[in-house]
C-alpha cells in the first residue's frame, strides 16, 4: 500500500486541519487580549468610532481567527509542497 | 494479552466517509447517558434562565467587562480565575480519564451530548437504523421528501435554539428575546446566534462521530493518560472466539465455538461505526453502547453477561487492579491542591482596588501656611456587589495631612470612582527629597474591605 502523505487528505479534512485550530487558538487570544485592554481604550486618536462592545469583541475575535487561519494555511502549505518535493527527489 | 491494540496498519484516518447508523442501545449503561445528555442540555438551556438578585445568574457582561457568577462578580483583572478553572477542567480531564477512561467522551463531551439529542430526534422522524438506510437509499420521492424536510426543520430550530442560549450568556436574555420578537437584534448578536446554529447544526446533525476522529485533540493524547488499570470497554475474545451463531440453548463447547454469537449487534450500536471485537481502538469512545447490545443478546442466549464490559487491561489478564496508583495520587493531589488555592483565593479576595496617579504636571507646589503639597488622582473601584462609604487616610511621614474636596466618599457597586486629592507635609519631616506614602482605603461598616496602595511624596529636597 503507498504511503499515505498530507497531499492526499482529502480537501474537506484539510479545511477543517486549518479552520479548527485556529479557531481554538482565536478564543484563548481573544480572552486574553480582551482582559487586558479595554476595546474601548483602544480607539487611536480619539477618533470618533462608534463601536457596540459585541461589535469591537467580535472583530477581534475574528481578527485572531484570520491571523490563526493564515499561521495555519502556511503550515499546511509548505507540508504538502514539502510532501511532493520529497516524492520527486525520489524518497 | 486478551486486550490488544487493535490493528493500525490500515490507517482508517483519511478514509473517505461513510455513513454511519447506529442502532439505539437500550440497557443499564444507555439509561445512565440518557440521564447524563438530558442533565447536561437541561443545564445549558436553562442556565440563561437564572436570575440572582435582579440581574442574570450567570453572565458575561461584555460591555460593561464584568463576569457575573450568582453572587461573585469577577473583573477582567480576575482572568487569573478563569485561567485557574480552565488548568483545573484540563487537570480532571486528566484525572477522570487516568481513572475511568474515556467516560467524558461517551457521557459528557457536547459533542456526544447534541450528537445523541440530534440522532434520538432523527429516530423519531426517520425511523429506526434500517428504516433510515432504506430511506437515504431510495430514489427522491414526495414522502422522502417530506421527512427530509421535517428532519432538517426540527434540528434547525433546535439549533437556533441552541445558538440564542449561547449568546444569552453574553446579552441578558431578557432583552435579548424582546430584541429578536420586536426586530431590534443587532447585527453581531444575530452574527452569533446563527455561527453557533450552523456549528451546532454541522456537528450534531452531520459531522458527529468524525469531529471525534478528524478533529478532537483529546481523542488522539488520551492514550498518554491510560495505564493497565484504566477502565476501558473491551471484548473478551478469550470467552468469546471462536465465534459462529448457533441455535438457541445450544451449548457452545458442544459445537466448539465461543460465546460471541457473532450478531454483529455491537458493530450496529456503535456510533463510530467500529468493531470493539477487534480490540481497543481510538475511535472507541466508550459510550458502552455495545456492552449494552451484547449484554441483552447474552440474556436472550441465557449466557453470563459481560462478554464486552468495562473493564481494565489488568483484570482482563486475570491480574490484580489497582484504583489507587502513582498517577491517579499525582493528579489527585495536583488537583485537590490547586482547587484549595483557587478557593482560598477567592474567598480572600477583597472586593475593593485602588489606583494612585500623583499629578505629573507639577512636582509639589507650597501651600500658603509653608507646607509642601502634592496632588493625586484616585481611582476607587468597588467590586462588591454593594455601595460602599469608605474612609481614607495617608501615612508614611510625620504630620502628613490628606486634603478633599469630597466630604464623603461613597462608591455604588461595581462602579470606578475617580477623585483628587492633596497630600500636605512639612518638608522638615521628609527625610528624603522623595518619600513613599502610603494610602488607606477602608470600607465604613465593612472592615475587611480594605486596602493600602503606595504612592511617593515629592518636596524640594532637606535643606
Known amino acids: 500500500m503507498e504511503a499515505l502523505t498530507p497531499d492526499k487528505i482529502p480537501r474537506a479534512q484539510q479545511v477543517i486541519s486549518i479552520l479548527w485550530p485556529s479557531f481554538i487558538c482565536a478564543i ?22 462608534d463601536i457596540s462592545p459585541l461589535a469591537a469583541y467580535s472583530i477581534g475575535f475574528l481578527l485572531f481567527w484570520i491571523l490563526a487561519i493564515v499561521s495555519s494555511m502556511g503550515t499546511l502549505y509548505f507540508t504538502i509542497s514539502n510532501c511532493r518535493v520529497l516524492r520527486k527527489q525520489g524518497n | 494479552m486478551p486486550v490488544q491494540q487493535a490493528d493500525n496498519n490500515d490507517n482508517p484516518l483519511y478514509v473517505a466517509h461513510q455513513k454511519i447508523y447506529p442502532r439505539v442501545a437500550s440497557g443499564r449503561f444507555a439509561r445512565l447517558r440518557v440521564l447524563s445528555i438530558l442533565t447536561l442540555l437541561g ?36 482572568f487569573i480565575y478563569l485561567a485557574a478553572l480552565l488548568i483545573l477542567a484540563g487537570l480532571s480531564l486528566f484525572f477522570f480519564t487516568a481513572l475511568l477512561g474515556r467516560v467524558w467522551c461517551g457521557y459528557a463531551c457536547p459533542q456526544t451530548v447534541w450528537t445523541e439529542a440530534y440522532l434520538w430526534m432523527e429516530r423519531k422522524i426517520e425511523g429506526n437504523r434500517s428504516k433510515r438506510m432504506k430511506l437515504d437509499k431510495a430514489p427522491t420521492s414526495a414522502s422522502k421528501i417530506r421527512i427530509k424536510l421535517l428532519k432538517h426543520t426540527i434540528w434547525i430550530t433546535f439549533s437556533l435554539w441552541t445558538g440564542f442560549t449561547f449568546v444569552a450568556y453574553f446579552t441578558p436574555i431578557n432583552e435579548l428575546a424582546n430584541n429578536l420578537f420586536t426586530g431590534n437584534l443587532g447585527p453581531w448578536e444575530m452574527f452569533w446566534i446563527l455561527f453557533y446554529s450552523l456549528a451546532t447544526y454541522g456537528n ?78 481510538y475511535e472507541c469512545i466508550a459510550c458502552s453502547a455495545c456492552i449494552d447490545a451484547c449484554d441483552e443478546i447474552m440474556d436472550k442466549m441465557k449466557y453470563p453477561r459481560g462478554l464486552i464490559d468495562y473493564t481494565t487491561e489488568n483484570s482482563a489478564r486475570g491480574e490484580p487492579q489497582h484504583i489507587l496508583r502513582p498517577r491517579i495520587l499525582v493528579y489527585a493531589t495536583i488537583l485537590l491542591v490547586l482547587c484549595g488555592l483557587l478557593l482560598t483565593h477567592i474567598s ?58 469630597q466630604p464623603e466618599l461613597i462608591v455604588e457597586a461595581g462602579a470606578v470612582y475617580e477623585t483628587v486629592v492633596r497630600l500636605q507635609a512639612d518638608e522638615f519631616n521628609m527625610e528624603e527629597r522623595s518619600v513613599p506614602v502610603r494610602f488607606h482605603l477602608q470600607a465604613i461598616e465593612a472592615n475587611h474591605l480594605t486596602i493600602v496602595e503606595e504612592a511617593r511624596f515629592v518636596g524640594p529636597g532637606k535643606k
Open chain 1, 28 to 49: 484563548v487570544a481573544s480572552g486574553i487580549f480582551f482582559s487586558a485592554f479595554n476595546p474601548k481604550e483602544l480607539i487611536p486618536f480619539n477618533l470618533d468610532i
Open chain 2, 43 to 78: 443545564i445549558y438551556y436553562v442556565t440563561p434562565l437564572l436570575q440572582w438578585n435582579d440581574r442574570q445568574a450567570i453572565l458575561f457582561d461584555l460591555p460593561a467587562r464584568k463576569f457575573y457568577l450568582f453572587g461573585l462578580t469577577l473583573w477582567p483583572q480576575d
Open chain 2, 204 to 281: 450534531a446533525g452531520f459531522m458527529r462521530e468524525q469531529v471525534c476522529m478528524y478533529m478532537c485533540p483529546y481523542a488522539r493524547f488520551q492514550s498518554a493518560m491510560f495505564d493497565s488499570d484504566t477502565l476501558i470497554v473491551a471484548y473478551h475474545p478469550e470467552r468469546g472466539d471462536p465465534r459462529g451463531s448457533r441455535r438457541r440453548g445450544t451449548d457452545p463447547k458442544e459445537v466448539g465455538l465461543g460465546d460471541c454469537i457473532d450478531c454483529n449487534l455491537c458493530v450496529q450500536v456503535c456510533p463510530t461505526g467500529i468493531d470493539i471485537r477487534d480490540g481497543l481502538q
Open chain 2, 348 to 405: 480572600q479576595r477583597i472586593a475593593l482596588d485602588l489606583d494612585v496617579i500623583r499629578d505629573r504636571n507639577t512636582l509639589y507646589r507650597e501651600t500658603r501656611d509653608g507646607l509642601i503639597e502634592n496632588v493625586y488622582t484616585l481611582k476607587i473601584l468597588n467590586m462588591d456587589s454593594s455601595s460602599h462609604q469608605y474612609s481614607l487616610w495617608a501615612d508614611g511621614i510625620d504630620g502628613l495631612k490628606l486634603v478633599s474636596d
